[in-house]
């Protein structure tokens, strides 16, 4: 080509498009002389003659309209960014102002993008029809290669101008290396462009759904046709024959007519021929009788032919309906046929517009993925569906698995959070993809729920000397089980839980407990990878874990004798074991859960706090009681304190009468910013001595605040009046106290690390210190005794509060605090006693600690479970109980990371375990279901005929105790000199009738409460004196008398700074002393019991015996009891080991009994130079042979010497090496002495 012709061709097509850009761009680009010539220069790569304008002038309307002009020259729309750079002076502007210029490119994007969102959602309610889907596609195809013409015609250019006229066009002298890189730019925009018609593919695949779903709708509609097209066709045949009969009939009608007729004519000429012979014949008789016939025949025709008319006009009608009906069908089989050819071509003509847009979508991608492999873009498939033939994937289940269980989605709202996510996070069109819907979440969720089961199945068979935790509650009256298993952690950091199951029982009873238990693990068992039965996995258990509720020590004790029960058929050579071992085996450990042992604190402070302020104010009113219209339960005044001040203010408090917020403002006015009271709802073990602490350190603010606010509402008025009591006040500061250095402190130390053995010395410790503090607590209350040391902030504002001295306070809470410590004696040797001196858990050996690693120091576990429960059904209170199930067990034992974990075959198999396992499972729990019902049922009939049978008794029995008073008594007495007259002059035997008549009219017919045994008319198994019934008589008479005379409106003035007079609180402090003394006397017994050895098996023990000295003084002695007499043993002791004594059996018993004579725990040092009798099994006999310990080798094993021969003569080795300490437990070993 000459280059002279492509340069004037080319300012040929130059000025013709100078000529044909005039017409305007904009307003705002008019005002700035920007013109479209200017632009094609640009967008083309030309060379500009342009001088950059001020970056000012880049306003908003600029950017619009260029932005309109890209989009009708059909150019990508990011284009823009070169036409900025070209237009405008932006690469002096600072960073912050080409941020802003950015931003502002980047709104004007936005807002195009919002348009075209807005255009495709318009374009797609409104249906647009298959023609429209056809030119959105093929602009979209022009719109993919646009930029291939354009190349072409740069090539041409560039070959027509030549090397000459390259060198007067910038265009022509650009390298190739810019063209290739503006290509790649188009290719980027193209792309972009593709993604975005995207879309539209997916909105074109969508109709072509819809025609195929019309497609089989008029498929179907064909065959509903054809049907009733045979059933119009039948109808048309029966039309037909039913025209043919009434045409015939018809015809018979006329046939019968025309007969008729010649009858007729007949009988008009017998007329005729019998008046003729009638005249003739002269006899009168025979022409009456003619005449009759012939009437008769008349008549008969007549009424032949009236029939036969009707009947033929009502078949000329028939006809006339069979015709017009025949017509009717005609017609609508012609029009049905009509309708099916025009069905058929809009059929057609569907199906190859889809087969044609399946076409061009399929040469689209491979379009696309070619363009993406030649710039080296990773072409990658990803997946449109999440369904494989009827089932959805594993993938997506264990997508929506997480959902449920780990986030909280509910079952409903899981398909939207998925197809979001898949919308903004990836390019699948989402008309094309099918997610479950709420019903198959749910059944996904309870292929989550085997899958934890599989989980815990597989836990249990590795598991050895595990830990059951069991529980329960009751919410809106059902009542729920939960377990968990404990085994030790694989990194040796302590006990690792696993819950097992919760389920919804019948009752708490011990025995329904065990049985829930088993029904859970004989599910468990059942599952794949589980290699244990119910009973080996109930015999790996070694321990329980539950709080001190007498349900959970008796299934304790349950467990314990059905493990005993089944270990015969489970531990192998268990008939070769002997009864030691067989005993060892079988033995478990039961521990308690250390936080409810602060539940039993706090409940022990009510009722100690409650007989303090008794000691005080008697039965007087005080605080909220004398508040009139204010009701007030009958209870403690401290503990009622601090729950209404929380009711009150704290944030979770009473939302009807609270005022949380205002006393917030109030204290921000002086200067505390947060209020240290927490709810009472969903915090249970240290709550009251937390909230103490709090109380007393607002009760200045407190009592401002509540004197504003008295008349607000009732609650209000009863706080105030509580607040005004200062011995309420040194109670609450005497709790929060406890709170800062007893039970806050101790909560920390039984949530370290350890094993659970370790609280032994804190337990003792503690019991120490209480017995120490309730004596004189001068030093615990100013915070310079405390209980566990660097435990507390001695910085704490709330305890600097609690320490500072408080001379109107400080007695008084100086005696609640001995009494509280007192009480806390009682209760730390009641709850704790395993764990203290001579406790059963206080010295632990070896076996029994590595035997208790995977016992945890609390039941917290159980109770986490049965928060969540409580906030699953408040959240979902519609979901089953399987569900609640699935989630608790995906949660507590972490499913999913478990699940992740697992080798891909193995994981693919269980998903699909678990899938199928869906409708055994919810036959299952429809079952369980059914039985539940049914024994509420037998249950709640039982207890109302129970019911019924009490009150009858009741009443039989009121009435039988009135009727016996009144004929022995005359009535109830009332007042004392009542009783004196009427036992005046009476024998003893009447008078002890006649007041225990007395006494029991006023248990059963008054219904007085029994205080301190008055009632009774027996004390110690001996019935009471005249005297003594007398005396409770009166005293209940005089106690009754005084509460009606008190008065109620006493002054509470006089209380304003009192304690406890010193005579009551002696009083009290004698009672729980003596509950204390009965209890070590119980703890004792059982040691002794404990540690006491057969009386038959205690020859050749070495014993600790406690005598009496020359001086009178007791010494303990070490003795060998050397052999047994007619009357009792004799024992040597090594003080005179040539002597011996003799002591009957019933001295021995004795001593055992009152710890006089122990059996020390020996060391290996304490039994060399001894000599002893060993027992050998030789030729299944049992041999005993003299022997003498020499000395020690290692560890616990020794060299013992022996004769020559035994007893009878056989022969033996004349020396032994092993565990002789061994030997003498089992009773294979006896000490001798010579004498």
């Not at 693990?521 to 290699?531: C, F, I, K, R």
């Not at 009864?579 to 859960?593: G, L, R």
């Not at 005929?945 to 009443?955: I, L, N």
Request: with cysteine; charged share 35%; aromatic share 6%.
């Amino acid at each position: 080509m000459d280059p002279g012709a492509g340069l004037s061709n080319l300012q040929q097509q130059v000025s013709t498009a100078d000529s044909e850009q005039k017409e305007s761009i904009g307003a705002c680009c008019d005002a700035l002389g920007i013109v479209k010539n200017v632009l094609v220069d640009i967008v083309c790569d030309r060379e500009v003659k342009w001088t950059k304008l001020n970056a000012v002038s880049l306003v908003n309307g600029v950017l619009v309209e260029l932005t309109k002009w890209l989009k009708k020259e059909r150019k990508n729309v990011r284009v823009i960014y070169k036409l900025v750079h070209a237009l405008f002076d932006v690469d002096e502007l600072s960073d912050d102002q080409q941020r802003n210029m950015q931003r502002r490119v980047e709104t004007v994007f936005a807002n195009e993008s919002r348009m075209r969102k807005r255009l495709k959602t318009a374009i797609a309610r409104k249906g647009a029809n298959q023609q429209d889907m056809q030119d959105e596609l093929n602009t979209f195809e022009r719109t993919l290669f646009n930029f291939r013409p354009q190349v072409r015609e740069r090539q041409e250019e560039s070959a027509d101008v030549g090397d000459d006229a390259a060198t007067t066009t910038v265009a022509a002298t650009s390298a190739r290396d810019d063209e290739l890189e503006s290509l790649q730019e188009k290719l980027e925009c193209v792309t972009d462009n593709f993604r975005s018609q995207r879309g539209i593919v997916g909105s074109s695949a969508k109709k072509l759904r819809r025609v195929k779903k019309k497609n089989k709708q008029l498929k179907d509609q064909k065959e509903h046709a054809v049907a009733a097209l045979a059933a119009m066709t039948t109808q048309c045949e029966n039309a037909k024959a039913n025209v043919q009969e009434r045409q015939k009939e018809i015809r018979n009608a006329r046939k019968n007519k025309k007969q008729l007729l010649k009858v007729r004519k007949e009988l008009m000429n017998a007329k005729k021929d019998a008046k003729q012979s009638l005249k003739v014949k002269e006899d009168p008789s025979d022409r009456e009788a003619v005449v009759k016939r012939l009437k008769k025949k008349l008549r008969a025709a007549k009424n032949s032919h009236k029939i036969t008319q009707k009947g033929l006009r009502k078949s000329e009608k028939q006809l006339k309906r069979s015709k017009s009906h025949l017509d009717t069908l005609r017609r609508k089989k012609k029009e049905f046929y009509r309708n099916i050819r025009e069905k058929k071509e809009v059929g057609k003509k569907a199906g190859e517009e889809k087969k044609a847009t399946s076409s061009l979508i399929a040469d689209l991608r491979k379009e696309l993925k070619e363009l993406k492999s030649e710039l080296g873009v990773d072409v990658e498939e990803r997946p449109t569906t999440f369904k494989s033939k009827q089932t959805y994937t594993a993938s997506i289940r264990e997508v929506y698995q997480d959902l449920m269980v780990k986030h909280g989605v509910s079952s409903t709202t899981c398909e939207g959070v998925v197809r979001t996510v898949l919308e903004g996070l990836t390019d699948i069109p989402m008309d094309d993809v099918k997610l479950p819907k709420t019903t198959s979440a749910c059944t996904i969720m309870l292929e989550g729920r085997k899958l934890a089961q599989v989980q815990v199945a597989r836990a249990l068979a590795e598991g050895k000397d595990l830990t059951v935790a069991s529980d329960a509650t009751t919410k809106f009256g059902h009542h729920y089980s939960s377990y968990d298993v404990y085994k030790e952690s694989d990194d040796g950091s302590g006990p690792s839980a696993m819950t097992i199951g919760m389920r919804e029982s019948e009752g708490g009873t011990a025995q329904i407990a065990l049985d829930t238990l088993l029904s859970i693990l004989q599910e468990v068992s059942d599952m794949p990878g589980s290699t244990h039965t119910v009973q080996k996995m109930i015999a790996n258990i070694k321990n329980t874990m539950s709080d001190r509720h007498i349900a959970e020590k008796k299934f304790n004790n349950l467990l314990k004798e059905y493990r005993e029960s089944i270990l015969p058929n489970i531990v192998e050579g268990w008939a070769d074991m002997n009864n030691e071992e067989q005993a060892k085996f079988a033995s478990m450990n039961d521990f308690y859960c250390g936080l409810h042992y602060l539940v039993g604190l706090a409940d022990y402070s009510s009722t100690a706090l409650q007989t303090w302020e008794r000691m005080i104010f008697g039965d007087d009113k005080v605080g909220a009681e004398t508040v009139p219209g204010v009701h007030v339960e009958s209870g403690c005044g401290t503990v009622r304190l601090v729950r209404t001040i929380c009711k009150a203010v704290q944030d979770r408090g009473c939302e009807k009468a609270g005022k949380p917020l205002q006393f917030r403002s109030f204290l921000r006015t002086k200067g505390i910013t947060s209020v240290p009271l927490a709810p009472f709802k969903g915090n249970r073990f240290n709550i009251i001595f937390h909230n103490g602490a709090g109380v007393f350190f607002l009760a200045k603010e407190l009592k401002e605040f509540f004197q504003e606010h008295a008349e607000g509402n009732q609650l209000l008025k009863a706080v105030n009046a509580d607040l005004g009591v200062n011995q309420f006040l040194a109670a609450v500061r005497a709790l929060g106290l406890i709170d800062k250095l007893v039970t806050g402190p101790l909560w920390q130390v039984i949530n370290e690390p350890g094993h659970i053995a370790t609280m032994n010395e804190h337990y003792t410790s503690m019991l120490s210190c209480f017995e120490r503090w309730s004596d004189d607590s001068s030093e615990f209350m100013r915070g310079e005794d405390v209980l566990f040391e660097g435990k507390h902030d001695p910085s704490d504002p709330i305890f600097t509060a609690l320490v500072t001295p408080n001379p109107e306070l400080d007695p008084m809470t100086k005696q609640v605090l001995e009494v509280l410590f007192l009480t806390y004696c009682q209760v730390t040797e009641k709850m704790l006693e395993d764990h203290l001196p001579s406790g059963k858990h206080s010295e632990m050996g070896e076996e029994k600690v590595k035997e208790t690693k995977s016992v945890p120091k609390t039941n917290v576990g159980v109770e986490r479970d049965f928060g969540m429960l409580d906030r699953l059904m408040r959240l979902k209170p519609s979901a089953g109980m399987m569900f609640v199930e699935s989630i608790i067990m995906g949660v507590r034992n972490k499913t999913s990371e478990w699940r992740k974990g697992l080798h891909v075959t193995d994981r693919e198999k269980l998903m699909e375990y678990a899938r199928k396992s869906v409708k055994a499972q919810r036959d299952e729990y429809a079952e369980r279901v059914k039985q539940l019902w049914d024994e509420r049922a037998a249950k709640r009939k039982s207890q109302q005929e129970k019911a019924e049978e009490r009150e009858v008794k009741k009443c039989v029995r009121s009435e039988s105790v009135y009727v016996t008073v009144v004929e022995k008594c005359g009535g109830i007495w009332m007042s004392e000199n009542e009783v004196h007259e009427r036992l005046q002059g009476e024998s003893e035997k009447k008078c002890s009738e006649m007041l225990q008549a007395q006494l029991q009219a006023r248990r059963h017919v008054f219904r007085e409460a029994n205080v301190q045994g008055r009632l009774n008319v027996s004390a110690k198994g001996k019935k009471k004196s005249v005297q003594e019934l007398k005396e409770c008589l009166l005293e209940i008479i005089r106690v009754a008398s005084e509460r009606s005379e008190r008065e109620e409106d006493r002054a509470e003035a006089e209380y304003a700074s009192m304690c406890a007079s010193e005579e009551k609180v002696a009083e009290y402090r004698g009672r729980v002393e003596e509950k204390r003394s009965k209890v070590k006397s119980r703890a004792k017994k059982k040691a002794v019991e404990k540690d006491r050895v057969k009386y038959d098996e205690l020859v050749g023990k070495i014993v600790d015996h406690l005598t009496e000295g020359e001086g009178g003084q007791e010494e303990r002695h070490r003795a060998i009891i050397t052999s047994r007499t007619r009357k009792g043993l004799k024992l040597s002791y090594d003080s005179e080991p040539r002597a011996s004594y003799e002591y009957t059996r019933k001295q021995i018993e004795d001593d055992l009994d009152n710890g006089d004579l122990k059996i020390p725990k020996l060391s290996i040092r304490d039994i060399v130079g001894r000599d002893i009798n060993h027992r050998f099994e030789v030729d299944d006999e049992l041999i005993w042979y003299r022997g003498y310990i020499d000395s020690v080798t290692r560890g616990q094993e020794c060299i013992v010497l022996y004769n020559p021969l035994g007893e009878e003569g056989y022969e033996l080795e004349s020396s032994w090496e092993g565990p002789i300490l061994e030997d003498y437990e089992n009773n294979d070993v006896r000490f001798v002495r010579e004498i």
